[in-house]
């Protein structure tokens, strides 16, 4: 199963296959969302320690190493990598909005030159790379990142990181909004659970983006 008839919801079951993507290098580029070392690190609670072992096994085994070789990938071709990374600018955290303020698992006070903050070295940035600093879940609503991307004549946005059906799905709805073309690369993301993961994605494909693997990713755009 290809990425035309694959992830489809209930509303989409029996629709057309899309048309083929056409993504040219100079219009296209990769955003790179929240992969912080805060979300790397091992709990403590062996009880909590063992809830969240798929998810870090899934993000050293399969989304870090799928997302570096695809980001190597497309600065070889000339297309530009971006990152966003959720961090507040007072050490209080009094800037954040409201959903990274809220008691339980979302409650996020990420001050931005905190080590917890930092995206994990085996994505860091480039030296020449923009990188946007957010205390919302979507890239494009608590950044400039829709100007600098209408600046830069980008249409095609590529997203990989974390949450699936968190930051990344509220980043994928705000660009469909704008008319960005967006593109999910599947094993470049990660959501606390398989299910969840698998789940956000039949969601979000087809009506905000397109859900490629970054094989069928790199075939259309023609990047070994």
Not at 23 to 46: F, G, R, W
Not at 90 to 113: E, F, I, V
Not at 178 to 201: K, M, P, Q, W, Y
Request: with cysteine; hydrophobic share 40%.
């Amino acid at each position: 199963m290809g990425w035309k008839t694959a992830y489809r919801s209930f509303y989409y079951q029996g629709a057309p296959a899309p048309a083929d993507l056409s993504l040219p290098k100079n219009e296209t580029a990769m955003l790179s969302i929240d992969v912080q070392n805060i979300y790397l690190k091992v709990p403590d609670d062996p009880v909590e320690k063992a809830r969240w072992a798929p998810f870090h096994r899934r993000m050293n085994e399969i989304v870090i190493p799928a997302t570096k070789s695809l980001q190597q990938g497309f600065r070889k071709a000339g297309i530009d990598v971006i990152h966003a990374r959720i961090a507040c600018q007072l050490p209080d955290g009094r800037d954040r909005s409201l959903s990274q303020k809220k008691p339980g698992w979302n409650y996020l006070l990420l001050p931005k030159a905190e080590p917890d903050s930092q995206i994990v070295p085996e994505l860091a940035p480039a030296a020449d790379e923009i990188v946007l600093t957010k205390t919302t879940d979507s890239a494009l609503t608590g950044t400039n990142l829709r100007l600098i991307l209408s600046n830069m004549g980008i249409k095609n946005v590529v997203l990989t990181g974390i949450f699936t059906d968190q930051c990344i799905s509220s980043t994928v709805r705000s660009l469909a909004d704008e008319s960005f073309n967006v593109i999910v690369v599947e094993d470049c993301c990660a959501a606390g659970t398989e299910e969840l993961h698998l789940r956000e994605l039949e969601i979000i494909n087809m009506i905000y983006c397109h859900v490629l693997s970054g094989r069928e990713l790199r075939d259309i755009m023609h990047i070994p």
